[in-house]
């Protein structure tokens, strides 16, 4: 089967993941050790469409391993999304002589591949890259640690302030449609409270715990909210709610945003890219595909595409029951 492949493609797609440069240096030198080709596509699945590609050696990925984002660039692409986009795709990376594409992002770069590997059976390997830790099939992904721990370095800095000045502070982070940034984070970093998408806490609830943690002695509190939360409409009208029916509180917003996909990736970030990039390859070469390499219980698997999509992974009911205990 190792015959077979004589030339790779690799692209990053979808929102960018600190450690998404330490995979793509894997991949690279999984495939000089094996003596296949590779080539790197610029700007995701446009530049595919585009025919953006550059060959890529040993050199072309030094220094880049401690680097966060992506040099191959993302985009994303509404023309991949029609069947001409898909065509026009496929026909560069024949042209290239291309024998297969390893993609790395999170749940949208999957659905991409799974729809052009049944139009054009096409072998394509998956490298799970997103900060949310949303994919099944693994238990972290790429640029979750790093943005763990940008979170609770910010929250901590936040702290100081809540601190002076007897405040209470409302923190969105990331997570639209999963609340692991928001858990693990506001566990991290000390939170009052947790908010986050899977468990729906309610007005009420909230009012009633930080009544209590008024009581109990604290002059400020640190609120995680998880972007995806339903208990507001947003995190600027359930402040105003909370400083409307809590007068004892100056309450605060702050929005980290974008701040936490950048920075350079962590150590665990670095090292689980490069196991997932070398994973990807050898899974190419047995023959593998339309799978996504994963990490479960610290060993690298193979999981069908399709698995990977199966509803958001599920969060962790114990560190839910942790947060409680030592928020009191």
């Given at each position: 089967m190792?015959?077979?492949?004589n030339?790779?493609?690799?692209l990053?797609?979808?929102?960018d993941?600190?450690?998404?440069?330490a995979?793509?240096?894997?991949?690279?030198?999984s495939?000089?050790?094996?003596?296949?080709a590779?080539?790197?596509?610029?700007?995701?699945?446009?530049?595919?469409?585009?025919?953006?590609?550059?060959?890529?050696?040993?050199?072309?990925?030094?220094?880049?391993?401690?680097?966060g984002?992506?040099?191959?660039?993302?985009?994303?692409?509404?023309?991949?999304?029609?069947?001409?986009?898909?065509?026009?795709?496929?026909?560069?990376?024949?042209?290239?002589?291309?024998?297969?594409?390893?993609?790395?992002?999170?749940?949208?770069?999957?659905?991409?591949?799974?729809?052009?590997?049944?139009?054009?059976?096409?072998?394509i390997?998956?490298?799970?890259?997103?900060?949310?830790?949303?994919?099944?099939?693994?238990?972290?992904?790429?640029?979750?640690?790093?943005?763990?721990?940008?979170?609770v370095e910010?929250?901590?800095?936040?702290?100081d302030?809540?601190?002076?000045?007897?405040r209470?502070?409302?923190?969105?982070?990331?997570g639209?449609?999963?609340?692991?940034?928001?858990?693990?984070?506001?566990?991290?970093?000390?939170?009052?409270?947790?908010?986050?998408?899977?468990?729906?806490m309610?007005?009420?609830?909230?009012?009633?715990?930080?009544?209590?943690?008024?009581?109990?002695?604290?002059s400020?509190?640190?609120?995680?909210v998880?972007?995806?939360?339903?208990?507001?409409?947003?995190?600027?009208?359930?402040?105003q709610?909370?400083?409307?029916?809590?007068?004892?509180?100056?309450?605060?917003?702050?929005v980290?945003?974008?701040?936490?996909?950048?920075?350079?990736?962590?150590?665990?970030?670095?090292?689980?890219?490069?196991r997932l990039g070398?994973?990807?390859?050898d899974?190419?070469?047995?023959?593998?595909?339309?799978?996504?390499?994963?990490?479960?219980?610290?060993?690298?698997?193979?999981?069908?595409?399709k698995?990977?999509l199966e509803?958001?992974?599920?969060i962790?009911?114990?560190?839910?029951r942790v947060a409680?205990?030592?928020?009191?």
């Amino acid at each position: 089967m190792e015959n077979s492949i004589n030339k790779i493609a690799v692209l990053t797609s979808g929102g960018d993941a600190p450690g998404m440069n330490a995979a793509i240096r894997a991949v690279v030198r999984s495939c000089v050790y094996h003596n296949i080709a590779c080539v790197g596509v610029f700007r995701g699945y446009e530049g595919l469409i585009e025919g953006a590609f550059e060959p890529l050696d040993a050199r072309s990925v030094k220094n880049i391993i401690n680097r966060g984002g992506t040099f191959l660039k993302s985009a994303r692409s509404k023309e991949f999304r029609t069947k001409q986009g898909r065509e026009k795709a496929y026909k560069h990376l024949k042209k290239q002589n291309i024998d297969a594409l390893v993609v790395i992002g999170g749940d949208g770069t999957f659905s991409g591949a799974i729809v052009f590997n049944q139009e054009f059976n096409f072998p394509i390997v998956g490298i799970p890259g997103t900060i949310d830790n949303d994919i099944n099939g693994t238990d972290f992904t790429i640029g979750y640690d790093t943005a763990l721990n940008t979170v609770v370095e910010a929250i901590d800095k936040i702290r100081d302030t809540a601190i002076s000045h007897s405040r209470l502070f409302l923190i969105e982070v990331m997570g639209r449609d999963a609340g692991d940034i928001a858990l693990n984070a506001g566990i991290g970093a000390g939170a009052e409270e947790i908010l986050i998408p899977e468990l729906n806490m309610g007005k009420e609830r909230l009012l009633a715990s930080l009544k209590r943690s008024k009581k109990s002695g604290k002059s400020s509190s640190i609120v995680v909210v998880a972007e995806g939360d339903q208990i507001g409409k947003n995190i600027f009208g359930l402040a105003q709610y909370i400083q409307e029916n809590l007068e004892d509180y100056e309450c605060k917003v702050t929005v980290l945003g974008h701040i936490q996909r950048g920075g350079s990736p962590s150590c665990h970030d670095r090292v689980l890219a490069s196991r997932l990039g070398v994973g990807a390859i050898d899974a190419l070469l047995a023959g593998e595909r339309e799978v996504m390499i994963g990490i479960v219980h610290n060993k690298v698997v193979s999981v069908d595409f399709k698995k990977s999509l199966e509803g958001s992974s599920k969060i962790d009911t114990d560190l839910i029951r942790v947060a409680d205990i030592i928020s009191i």
